[in-house]
């Protein structure tokens, strides 16, 4: 054990046998190895828990100047459950293969990018470096159940307001190829739920405004603006971040029996559930008008509710996107320091999905969607999640370049870009 990438690799290892699936995370093994790392690396801890029995980690790498505002490096410490006996290799093991593949929950989703900040500075620590801005390490709980209930209490608490965080690092995506993936926006998610009702009726009648007619209405139209968005896609014109999604999810209506459904009776309710996601850069309230109006309009006996409706602006009305241009001196940063480290970041994009980095945009601070895996199948909350070791390694080297780049970076911008226009 004197090759120092060993030690490296065992002690991800470690992290990523402590069964951290929710929905039963062991969350105080998981804290307990965070702050025995932390000890190592003699780095300020606390343990916060804004909800009990979910403990948050905050670490602190204090900088020379601390009026300088700080970066924080978000990870989230859960990990989706697994289904024992698809998997080829224990799912809690870390077994590594003979081509170097690590097996384990959480080797790309993502106990990797919150081991790999701590390697990165253990490595700056080693060679003596000292930051000048102060570097904050957070380890969540709840990310794959929301967040709710880790990063978006700390984004939204005091703690982090004295923080004077001007930037977030959090989850991206493995990359198929040789070169990383970043992203710089959400969409938002709207969850949809519109109801018809009218006046039931013999099956063998023709009448008009039954609730199943008038919901199959909305369906129509909900099926043209999805095509609509879906042609745009599969022209290449917008990518998968960048189109309104629309689908159905459920649709709810007849009147049951034991074995079946009424066949001769018209239902007086029908309902259906639509999930969709927005862009950052789209108009939400046009779309709400289009549902109010088209989808879901009153004259048509129909309403509707959001089961979750999450705005794509930020608190102070603006887009929820982080710029990815010369205007972003962290963005200007990191893919300097990427490629300083001998990789390419590709021009970040508008994730597909969520993450935790939604809840500190939404606070106006700008975040940047980042894991160093290249090469990789994506696997995310797939059987057989893996990450081979060197591109493991090799992104301890490209944290170190980002962690020291950022902890070095002495200008005095605004914590908050948003805050500084009021
Ligand atoms: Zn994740």
Same mark, same amino acid.
């Given at each position: 054990?004197?090759?120092?990438? &060993?030690?490296?690799?065992?002690? /991800? ?30 780095? !300020? ?27 924080l490096?978000? &990870?989230?410490? @859960? ?23 690590? *097996?384990? =929950? ?17 490595? #700056?620590?080693?060679?003596? /470096? $000292? ?13 794959e159940?929301?967040? =709710? @209930? ?18 977030? #690092? ?15 926006? !959400? ?32 369906? !129509?139209?909900?099926?043209? /603006? ?16 960048e ?5 159905l999810?459920y ?6 029996t ?27 309230k ?13 004259? =048509? ?9 999450v705005?794509?602006? @930020? ?17 200007? #940063?990191? $893919? ?62 490209t944290?170190? &370049?980002?962690?020291?780049? *950022? ?16």
């Amino acid at each position: 054990m004197t090759d120092p990438s &060993s030690a490296i690799i065992s002690r /991800f290892q470690e992290y990523l046998r402590i069964n951290t699936a929710q929905p039963n995370p062991n969350y105080y093994e998981a804290a307990d190895f965070i702050l025995s790392q932390a000890n190592t690396l003699s780095l !300020e801890s606390q343990t916060i828990e804004f909800v009990k029995n979910k403990p948050l980690i905050l670490l602190k790498w204090p900088g020379k100047n601390p009026n300088l505002p700080s970066v924080l490096l978000n &990870s989230h410490t @859960d990990v989706v459950p697994v289904e024992f006996q698809k998997w080829v290799h224990d799912p809690f093991g870390a077994h590594i293969d003979s081509d170097g593949d690590i *097996y384990a =929950r959480g080797t790309q989703d993502m106990k990797s990018v919150g081991m790999q900040y701590l390697e990165a500075i253990r490595k #700056l620590k080693d060679s003596g /470096f $000292e930051p000048i801005r102060t570097i904050y390490l957070s380890y969540v709980p709840d990310e794959e159940i929301g967040g =709710r @209930d880790g990063a978006e209490k700390l984004a939204e608490s005091d703690l982090f307001e004295e923080m004077n965080v001007a930037f977030v #690092l959090d989850e991206g995506l493995p990359s198929p190829d040789e070169k990383y993936l970043a992203y710089n926006g !959400e969409r938002s998610p709207m969850w949809l739920v519109i109801k018809a009702t009218g006046a039931p009726g013999h099956g063998a009648k023709l009448y008009d405004n039954t609730a199943m007619e008038n919901l199959m209405k909305s369906v !129509e139209s909900i099926r043209g /603006f999805r095509a609509s968005q879906f042609d745009m896609l599969k022209a290449g014109l917008k990518t998968d971040g960048e189109v309104i999604s629309v689908n159905l999810v459920y649709l709810r209506a007849g009147t049951q029996t034991p074995n079946g459904f009424v066949m001769n009776l018209q239902p007086s309710e029908a309902e259906a559930g639509i999930d969709i996601r927005v862009p950052p850069t789209a108009d939400q309230k046009s779309l709400e008008r289009r549902i109010a109006e088209e989808w879901a309009p009153a004259s =048509r006996n129909m309403t509707f509710e959001f089961k979750q409706k999450v705005p794509v602006v @930020d608190k102070f009305g603006k887009p929820a996107l982080t710029a990815a241009d010369d205007s972003n001196p962290w963005w200007v #940063l990191l $893919e300097k320091a990427v490629r300083d480290s001998g990789v390419i970041v590709r021009k970040p994009e508008v994730s597909f999905g969520t993450t935790d980095a939604r809840y500190f945009r939404q606070q106006g601070v700008p975040a940047i969607g980042f894991s160093p895996i290249a090469n990789t199948p994506l696997l995310l909350h797939d059987h057989n999640e893996h990450l081979n070791q060197r591109e493991y390694l090799k992104g301890v080297d490209t944290y170190a &370049s980002i962690i020291k780049a *950022y902890a070095s970076f002495a200008e005095e911008t605004e914590a908050n870009a948003s805050k500084a226009e009021l």
